[in-house]
Each structure stands twice: as C-alpha cells, then as structure tokens.
C-alpha cells in the first residue's frame, strides 16, 4: 500500500505567545520520538503552530509497520540458571527489562561458553490502529510552563483545547482527548475567516489553513512582520526599533498579521524618549519609529490581528490607547519633575532592599561608602570622587518618582534625566543613568570610571549583603541574579579601555564593614570568604568560556592568587607562554610533577652548595637562584609573563639534572642536599602556579 499523509491539530484559546515559541521548536521532536517508539517511520516533518493552534504534518507515514526481530546477550548460562535449571534471579531481571518471558530465553554458544539470549519479535501493525494512542500521547507530551483545567475535565493544557483534526490521507484517525473526537474540520482566523472549515485529506491542510486567513508558520509571519515593517520605513522615511524579544512575542500574537502606521502628539516628544518607548514596546507591543538621527519621531508600528479592510479603525483604537499611556508618563514625568531628585533619597525608607538588610534608603548610605573606598583605591581626582559619591546616593532616588512605580524599566534612566532637571553634573547624572549596567553579558559597562564605581559599589553591596543574610545562589537557583552582577563587576574589572583598576577583596572587606557597622550580625570571616570562593568560580567560568585550559586554570589558582583581576591575566599570560612555547611547558609541568613528588618538605631548601658535586647540579642551582630573583622582581612589578619567561628559563638545567644526577643516592648527606634542591626548585613556582597540575597524565 501507498505510503500516506498525516495532519494533525490541536486546536485552542489564544496560547501564551513566549510559551508558543518554545513550544514550537521542540513539537517536530516530541512527535517523531513518539512515532519512534512505536515504530513508525516517517519521511518530512513540519510543524507549524499559531496563537490558536499546534499542528503537524508528517510525510510518507507507511500503512503498516515492519516486522522487527531484536536480539539481547545476557548472562552466562552458569549464572542465569541453577542447578536443578530454574531461572536466577539474574535471568528473571534480564528478561523483565527486555519485555520478555523468561521462559523464552535462548541459549546460544558463544566461544565455547554458553549465554542467555532474549530475542524480542514484534510482528507487522496496521499504523492506523496505532495513530490514536500515538497522537494522544503527543497532546500529554507538550510541556509548558504554567498549564491550567477547564470544565469538568481533568486533562491539563496550556489553554482549553477546543477541537482535533486528525487525518490520515482522507481518513479521519478516531483521536479522543479532553471529551473531544478528532474530525476533519479547523478553524480559520478568529474574525477573518472563522469556519469551520472541511480539510478533505492531509495533504490539503495547510493550504486550506492559507485560504482562512491563517499564516500557519512563526518564521512566515515573522518573514511577513519584518517585510511590511520595511514598506513602512520606506513610506514614512523612519527607522523601526525591533527588538528581539517584542518581535518573538509579536509574531505570536497574530495569525495573519498586518502591520500599521500609527501617530501620537508631538506634545509627548518632550518626555525622555525611553519612558515614551518603553509605554509602547513593553506595554502595548507597538514598534517605535525614529528619525535618521536617532531622535523619536512621533509615529509607531502597530502589528495588527484584524481585518486590514478596517485599517483606520484599527490605527484610532490604538493611537487612543497609546495616547491614554503617554499622558500617564508625561503627567508622571511633570510632577516628578517638580522636586529636585535628592528630595525623593529620603522616601527610600518606604521601599525595602531585603527583609534582614533593610531600606533602600540604609543601601544608598552603603553604596555611598563602597563608593568612596573604590574612588579612592582608584585614585581618582578629588572631583571625580566627590562625583562618585553623589551619584551613589541619588542612584536608587528615582524609585519611588511616579514614572518608575509606574514603568519600572527605566528606573536608572529616568535617574539621569531628573538629575540633569535637579541641576546634577553632567558625570553624576550619566554616572546615575549607567549604574545597572552591564545588565547582562555583552551589554556596554558603564562609560566612565565614576561610572563604573557607583555601579561596581551597587552591585557589590548587593552580593555580600545576600551571602551575609545567607541568600546566596545554591545550584542552578539565583533568585537575586547574584552571578549576573559578579559578572558585570568582572567586566568592569578587566576592560581593555578604562578598567576600574582596583583590589576587589579590598572593596568586600569595605562592603562587609559597612553591614558589620549597620549592626547585621553575621560571621564575617565566614562570609568573606564564600564571597571571594563566590567571585572566583564565576572568574573561572568565564576563563573556561574564554576557551582558557582548565589545567592553566586550575594551576593559577592552586598558587593562591585569590584577586580575581590577578588571576584571570595570569591565566591569560600563562596560556599565551604556553601556546607560544608548547614543547617548552609541557616538559617543564612534566619535571615539576617529578620533583614535586621527589621532594622532602622536612628537610627544607637550605642547600650546601659545597656539596653539589655533579655539574649538573651546579648548573640547576644556578638557574634557580636566578629564576627566583627574576620571578621576585616580575611579581613585585605585576609582570606575571616575564616570570613566566624567568621559569621557562629552568626547562634545560632541569632536564640535564634529571637525566645525569642520581637523586636518590646511597650517601645519605648527598641525598638530602639534592632533595633540598628539588625542594627549592619547586618553591620557585611556588607564588606563580602549580605546573604539576599541567603535567600530562
């Protein structure tokens, strides 16, 4: 028989746009898993899925299965049976986990030594007879987040499910789920084109789905969105604002969906633009438009769900309620504007940080103190440091200004313009606006090294205060985002250009008084150390997805370098000394291990250089006591690959020690001066890594 076609659907209530997204790449799969199980081959899968729905169309489903013979090699026969030829419970295990009696087990020679066979038949299967558990099953599947019941049912989805289509070729596959019965008809678009609408076989589905006015495909729509966005453009002489994850709900909120020019009040072009963007990207979805110079233009993109015949309709209903948000923000903005941006710091009291670290009105007097500490360490100007300690104690100010409480998005950016409106300094206010940043990994540091204190400072005191309240991450769970902003103090710390050059463990020891100070009661030295061993895993992270060596890692670290700026351009020079003199490092890792495990630490370093009897020997002592004069000096300057090279410098006397001297001698005295200098050999590594870690195993 002709291999066939099939179409199913799950027909529901508008589902949750991000939730359909996820959904959507994970369907093909869950569907072929499921056909797999059962033994199904299938040709070409395609999934398509919609606000309304969730469907498949699988090609070249075959009529029938194959038969399939599957043969298992068990125990030996000697265990699987006993004496008097009864199952063990070996065989009895065996042939449960292989879906078999045991009764049918086989023996089969193998070698001389007889073995317990399990050979698992499966005859041919008519796959229509199969299809209705098989899709049923997908339905139970899908995983979403948040799924609810609906009536009296209490089968479980996303959204109430309001209809299945289920065809093979022509034939209906008799599918019952939730106290519906698959059929052959769908529905169109909700007001376009409701239906029903028949599908006379499979192979028509999509087509019939095209001719209701529905775009089954979320890369279509989004081709469709992005393509009329630019007719658009092109029309208006504007520039669309598309972020990625407005544009991935959009695309899930409209079947067929119409893209529309819409206009607002020039009046609004006045409130910051970033409070004006944010009421129409993250509160109505509209796309704004700019001008060629980046400023707001005062027209927006709608994505339309309705009937494009009533486009002005449409455009009004949305320009009223865009209007009805901007006239909040503008009114917010006004009154916020009336009262400098220090009067509101004192309101911070009404707003709680954290149960047991209290306001944030009691984090803007920490901030400030961190703040001060890292402008000093920094050594910034007198007026770049007055600047920084400013700006940390108006940086949280605007969250209790009604345009924050109302758009809590630009909380930091409506910080700038209401300091700018208060008279601030120009770097305080651009120091106010930056200090959530970097928000996320790649987002831009702030620019400045006012900036970047405040923010690091902020940040900071977040991270210690939650370790001291014993909130800190556990596993995969980081309620607070506490790695996040580890990562935005390290990328802070280590920026090509304008790094804020400090110590940060200096910076936890000031974070960490200023609580002791306020009067939390924590184990201070228990807590800075989970702080810096919290800092020091996420710098390993990060070197890890820098593609740096585990081993170079695990080698700087093991040397005691606890300042995460120092070690992460240790692992940066070591990796480079590596990568530029292989042979070089892998030989010197290999002599270090050797010496490592040679070395008597009883006997200390203190060598009789009278007693060096063989050249070699000489020759090695020689070059540590350069070498450790030449590592000192490096380290004092911060010159970690000039140590490096200092190090590398000991391979060739090594390797000659190695290779003429007899380390463990008879004479005892002359063991134990050679030991005494595999000791101090090794101590010369001591500050810089531990290169046993790079030794090939």
């Known amino acids: 028989m002709a291999n066939k076609t099939l179409?199913?659907?799950?027909?529901?209530?508008?589902?949750?746009?991000f939730d359909l997204h996820a959904v959507t790449g994970k369907l093909e799969g869950l569907f072929r898993a499921a056909f797999d199980a059962e033994g199904i081959p299938v040709g070409a899968v395609e999934a398509y899925t919609t606000p309304r729905r969730l469907a498949v169309v699988a090609h070249d489903v075959p009529a029938r299965t194959e038969a399939t013979e599957e043969v298992f090699r068990g125990p030996a026969a000697k265990i699987a049976f006993d004496a008097e030829g009864n199952p063990t419970k070996a065989a009895l295990g065996f042939a449960r986990g292989k879906?078999?009696?045991a009764s049918s087990l086989e023996l089969r020679d193998e070698?001389?030594?007889?073995?317990?066979?399990?050979?698992?038949?499966?005859?041919?299967?008519?796959?229509?007879e199969l299809l209705p558990a098989v899709l049923e099953g997908v339905i139970g599947a899908v995983s979403w987040p948040k799924t609810q019941r609906w009536g009296s049912r209490s089968e479980q989805f996303s959204r109430p499910v309001r209809w299945l289509l289920a065809l093979f070729g022509e034939d209906v596959v008799p599918v019952a789920w939730a106290g519906l019965a698959a059929d052959r008809l769908t529905r169109g678009h909700r007001f376009l084109a409701p239906g029903p609408h028949a599908v006379a076989c499979a192979e028509e589905y999509v087509d019939v789905l095209r001719g209701a006015f529905v775009v089954p495909s979320e890369a279509e729509r989004e081709a469709i969105i992005r393509e009329q966005v630019r007719a658009a453009e092109e029309a208006t002489g504007l520039v669309a604002e598309l972020p990625a994850k407005i544009m991935e709900e959009v695309v899930n909120?409209?079947?067929?969906?119409?893209?529309?020019?819409?206009?607002?009040?020039e009046l609004f072009l006045?409130?910051?633009?970033?409070?004006?963007?944010?009421?129409?990207?993250?509160?109505?979805r509209y796309f704004p438009l700019f001008n060629a110079d980046g400023t707001l233009a005062n027209k927006f993109l709608i994505t339309s769900n309705g009937d494009p015949a009533f486009e002005a309709n449409i455009v009004d209903g949305n320009e009223r309620v865009v209007a009805a948000r901007l006239y909040d923000?503008?009114?917010?903005?006004?009154?916020?504007?009336?009262?400098?941006?220090?009067?509101?710091?004192?309101?911070?009291?009404?707003?709680?940080?954290?149960?047991?670290?209290?306001?944030?009105?009691?984090k803007a007097d920490r901030i400030v103190r961190v703040a001060t500490h890292l402008a000093a360490d920094a050594q910034l100007p007198a007026a770049d440091a007055a600047d920084a300690a400013r700006a940390a104690l108006l940086c949280k100010a605007d969250?209790?200004?009604?345009?924050?409480?109302?758009?809590?998005?630009?909380?930091?950016?409506?910080?700038?313009?209401?300091?700018?409106?208060?008279?601030?300094?120009e770097q305080v206010a651009r120091a106010i606006g930056d200090h959530y940043r970097p928000r996320f990994s790649g987002d831009e540091p702030p620019a400045s090294l006012v900036g970047k204190v405040v923010a690091t400072a902020d940040k900071l005191d977040t991270i210690c205060g939650l370790f001291a309240a014993g909130q800190g991450p556990t596993g995969s769970s980081d309620p607070f985002a506490l790695r996040r902003s580890a990562l935005?103090?390290?990328?802070?710390?280590?920026?090509?250009?304008?790094?804020?050059?400090?110590?940060l463990l200096s910076a936890v020891d000031a974070s960490l008084a200023a609580y002791a100070e306020a009067g939390l009661e924590f184990d201070r030295e228990a807590v800075r150390a989970e702080v810096v061993d919290f800092f020091v895993t996420r710098t390993k992270v990060m070197l890890r997805d820098a593609g740096m060596g585990a081993d170079a890692v695990d080698a700087v670290l093991a040397a005691g370098v606890q300042e995460p700026v120092e070690f992460v351009r240790r692992v940066r020079a070591l990796e480079v000394a590596r990568r530029a003199e292989r042979e070089t490092f892998d030989d010197l890792a290999t002599a270090f291990a050797r010496a490592n495990n040679l070395r008597d630490e009883a006997l200390g370093a203190d060598v009789d250089p009278a007693a060096l009897a063989d050249a070699a020997e000489r020759e090695l002592m020689d070059a540590v006591e350069a070498a450790e004069g030449a590592c000192a000096a490096a380290l004092e300057a911060d010159d970690y690959a000039a140590a490096l090279r200092a190090l590398a410098a000991l391979r060739a006397p090594v390797d000659r020690f190695f290779e003429d001297v007899m380390v463990m001698a008879d004479d005892e005295a002359l063991r134990a001066n050679r030991l005494r200098l595999l000791n101090r050999f090794v101590g010369v590594f001591a500050h810089v890594a531990d290169f046993g870690l790079m030794a090939k195993k």
Request: aromatic share 10%; net charge negative.
């Open 488 to 503: 935005g103090i390290m990328t802070m710390l280590l920026a090509e250009e304008g790094a804020l050059e400090v110590s």
């Open 329 to 362: 923000a503008k009114f917010f903005y006004d009154e916020d504007c009336k009262r400098p941006l220090a009067d509101y710091v004192e309101r911070l009291d009404e707003v709680v940080f954290q149960e047991s670290l209290g306001t944030m009105r009691a």
């Open 399 to 425: 969250l209790v200004t009604g345009a924050v409480v109302e758009f809590t998005s630009v909380q930091g950016v409506m910080g700038y313009y209401y300091a700018l409106a208060s008279g601030e300094g």
């Open 7 to 17: 179409a199913f659907e799950i027909g529901t209530e508008e589902l949750p746009a």
């Open 253 to 265: 909120l409209a079947e067929y969906p119409t893209v529309m020019v819409g206009t607002f009040d």
């Open 111 to 128: 070698n001389g030594t007889q073995y317990v066979y399990a050979v698992r038949r499966t005859p041919e299967r008519d796959v229509v």
């Open 99 to 101: 879906g078999v009696d």
């Open 270 to 284: 006045a409130v910051p633009k970033e409070i004006t963007v944010d009421a129409m990207l993250v509160h109505q």
